[in-house]
């Protein structure tokens, strides 16, 4: 299956800034996703990030605050922006298979 | 929308057998996982099941799914103290984007 890097494995950011997650994927990828990890809770996706167009996003996620990019595939990035307490999450990348999603091993942000 | 419920905790004595309980809602669901989170890591795929099939079984892993109940259940046998995470049941229509219930954390005690 995919292996698949993802840093920075953590971060402590100030309020306001922006933080740029990459995942970087051992074979080609059709699909990659964007997950978010609330403290305690379950994954809630962010968007697919598709190469060569816009990412889709989900309900309740915009382009504006969290733009992704993938400029080919095996590789994407996730930036969080103008952050607040609130985004502190563990933000997990993950790619489609024939055999379900692999997944990285997070980003896990904490805003102060 | 369409929702992914499990139990959030449970509790086994090392060498019992533990049994997650999941139900789901979307009767368009055609595969359905188990991921298993460790603190502080990512999640790992401990086994996936299609929905036209009613069993599946891997060493120690026994997943069962009755589709009419949409009631999926995983079973670890001879559970062991490194068995203590958090287990995620999930579905999906496409084997792309899925769902995920809230996770049910495993506690072994010795």
């Known amino acids: 299956s995919a292996v698949i890097s993802q840093k920075p494995s953590r971060d402590i950011c100030q309020r306001g800034t922006s933080l740029t997650i990459q995942c970087q994927v051992d074979?080609?990828?059709?699909?990659m996703f964007w997950y978010r990890q609330q403290p305690g809770q379950s994954l809630t996706l962010i968007a697919t990030a598709n190469q060569g167009s816009e990412a889709t996003y989900e309900s309740g996620f915009v382009i504006d605050k969290f733009p992704i990019s993938r400029p080919n595939l095996t590789f994407s990035t996730l930036t969080v922006s103008n952050m607040s307490p609130e985004d502190s999450s563990i933000y997990l990348c993950?790619?489609?298979?024939?055999?379900?999603?692999?997944f990285g091993s997070g980003t896990r942000l904490t805003v102060v | 929308g369409e929702d992914v419920e499990q139990s959030l905790f449970l509790s086994v004595r090392e060498g019992d057998s533990s049994v997650i309980n999941c139900t789901y809602t979307d009767s368009s669901s055609t595969y359905l996982y188990w991921y298993k989170q460790e603190p502080g890591a990512g999640l790992q795929l401990l086994t996936y099941i299609f929905s036209n099939m009613d069993m599946k079984q891997d060493q120690r892993l026994t997943v069962l799914l009755n589709k009419k109940d949409k009631h999926l259940s995983l079973r670890i046998a001879d559970t062991q103290t490194g068995d203590s995470a958090i287990y995620f049941c999930a579905e999906s229509i496409n084997n792309n984007d899925m769902r995920f219930g809230a996770g049910t954390r495993l506690t072994v005690k010795p």
């Open positions: 993950s790619v489609g298979t024939s055999r379900g999603n692999t």
């Open positions: 074979s080609q990828v059709t699909m």
